[in-house]
T-cell receptor, first 115, second 113 residues
């Protein structure tokens, strides 16, 4: 199977601080990474798509300067929420794209709470 | 463009009863359809998927779904609900097998003893 890890699983921070979330594909390489967020009692919404070694493509309404995505290697992608505010509190889930597989794999998610 | 609509944000059934979670999609290209389950504070687990071929798809934990192109539906069923089935269920569509997913709003399934 495909093993995807996210770290941290849960983080609480003060408003104005930056938080980095790591996503690792442990047993496969991913040239493409999808980042989703899920607000309470809502569905998953795609935030951005990144390809290894290039800039991420952000969905409409997602601030690229606020949500910095780095996909420096085929097994690691990071999402940094800069100057976090309470409205950024959400569940962030990564999804590395495994080539030639007909399903999408997801990380376990990171619960961000901004006070 | 693609979209997914899940009818009913909350479904409650008795243990042993039939589970039916509804999903309708819109797609301008042949869709790939998925059902995922999410337990509290966890990621998503794939239940089943339709890509091509047989329209009745069997998944894990006794779930199955039928792709009906004429009705643009992909409803999820399970003959007999178990307490452990209580979770959030998401229907999703993609225009290829490994690309980004468009999710429905989700349906919370409750199972009463």
């Amino acid at each position: 199977g495909a093993v995807v890890s996210q770290h941290p699983s849960r983080v609480i921070c003060k408003s104005g601080t930056s938080v980095k979330i790591e996503c690792r594909s442990l047993d496969f390489q991913a040239t493409t990474m999808f980042w989703y967020r899920q607000f309470p009692k809502q569905s998953l919404m795609l935030m951005a798509t990144s390809n290894e070694g290039s800039k991420a493509t952000y969905e409409q309404g997602v601030e690229k300067d606020k949500f910095l995505i780095n996909h420096a290697s085929l097994t690691l992608s990071t999402l940094t929420v800069t100057s976090a505010h309470p409205e950024d509190s959400s569940f962030y889930i990564c999804s590395p794209d495994r080539a030639h597989y007909n399903e999408q794999f997801f990380g376990p998610g990171t619960r961000l709470t901004v006070l | 463009a693609q979209s997914v609509t899940q009818l009913g944000s909350h479904v409650s059934v008795s243990e042993g009863a039939l589970v039916l979670l509804r999903c309708n999609y819109s797609s301008s290209v042949p869709p790939y359809l998925f059902w995922y389950v999410q337990y509290p504070n966890q990621g998503l687990q794939l239940l089943l998927k339709y890509t091509t071929g047989a329209t009745l798809v069997k998944g894990i934990n006794g779930f199955e779904a039928e792709f009906k192109k004429s009705e643009t539906s992909f409803h999820l069923t399970k003959p007999s609900a178990h307490m452990s089935d209580a979770a959030e269920y998401f229907c999703a569509v993609s225009d290829n097998q490994g690309g980004k997913l468009i999710f429905g709003q989700g349906t919370e399934l409750s199972v009463k003893p």
